[in-house]
T-cell receptor, first 112, second 114 residues
Framework: GEDVEQSLFLSVREGDSSVINCTYT??????LYWYKQEPGAGLQLLTY?????DMKQDQRLTVLLNKKDKHLSLRIADTQTGDSAIYFC????????????FGQGTELSVKP | DVKVTQSSRYLVKRTGEKVFLECVQD?????MFWYRQDPGLGLRLIYF???????EKGDIPEGYSVSREKKERFSLILESASTNQTSMYLC?????????????FGQGTRLTVV
């Protein structure tokens, strides 16, 4: 079945770059997503990438996609304390009405 | 501009009680989902619905049921609450449903079963 895997924790210093990694299994996924969950809140879409791209940049965020290895990463440049949150990788299952499969979430801790 | 609203932020219920978690969206989406979130396990899909009166089991439906009588409202029901159902419950309403989808989440309901 479909599966999305992430490491659970990442700790960085303020100003450093953060890289959060994800692997997925469904090769038919057309889009892959990163969601952010701040403490006490639901998830919000942070960014996404279309499967025929290998990179997407959006201000401090860079998404890299290696479709051959089914590996997705999110890089946050100049990480700030406000970036502390849980980051979820997700893929949408096209033949199931766009059902989203989420990874376990990576808790990013940014130390001043 | 609240888009997905869950009826309660925190709930404490007793073992064996019937529990209703309500979710309302104002975006006229057809697809709605219920997930539970547990540390280290991420979001696991309980049930989803593509339209009024339609429902599909997700990955962990045991002990749960759902109701979708109106397009904007999707209810999760715990028939007889048990302590292993203590969790954060997240409702999502999804635009698209084809190749690109975006999920809009409620703020979550933290349920404790004692």
């Amino acid at each position: 079945g479909e599966d999305v895997e992430q490491s659970l924790f990442l700790s960085v210093r303020e100003g450093d770059s953060s890289v959060i990694n994800c692997t997925y299994t469904d090769s038919s996924s057309t889009y892959l997503y990163w969601y952010k969950q701040e403490p006490g809140a639901g998830l919000q879409l942070l960014t996404y990438i279309f499967s025929n791209m290998d990179m997407k940049q959006d201000q401090r965020l860079t998404v890299l996609l290696n479709k051959k290895d089914k590996h997705l990463s999110l890089r946050i440049a100049d990480t700030q304390t406000g970036d502390s949150a849980i980051y979820f990788c997700a893929e949408s299952i096209v033949n199931q009405g766009g059902k989203l499969i989420f990874g376990q979430g990576t808790e990013l801790s940014v130390k001043p | 501009d609240v888009k997905v609203t869950q009826s309660s932020r925190y709930l404490v219920k007793r073992t064996g009680e019937k529990v209703f978690l309500e979710c309302v969206q104002d975006m006229d989406h057809e697809n709605m989902f219920w997930y539970r979130q547990d540390p280290g396990l991420g979001l696991r899909l309980i049930y989803f619905s593509y339209d009024v009166k339609m429902k599909e089991k997700g990955d962990i439906p045991e002990g749960y049921s759902v109701s979708r009588e109106k397009k904007e409202r999707f209810s999760l029901i715990l028939e007889s609450a048990s302590t292993n159902q203590t969790s954060m419950y997240l409702c999502a309403s999804i635009s698209g449903g084809g190749r690109y989808t975006e999920a809009f989440f409620g703020q979550g309901t933290r349920l404790t079963v004692v």
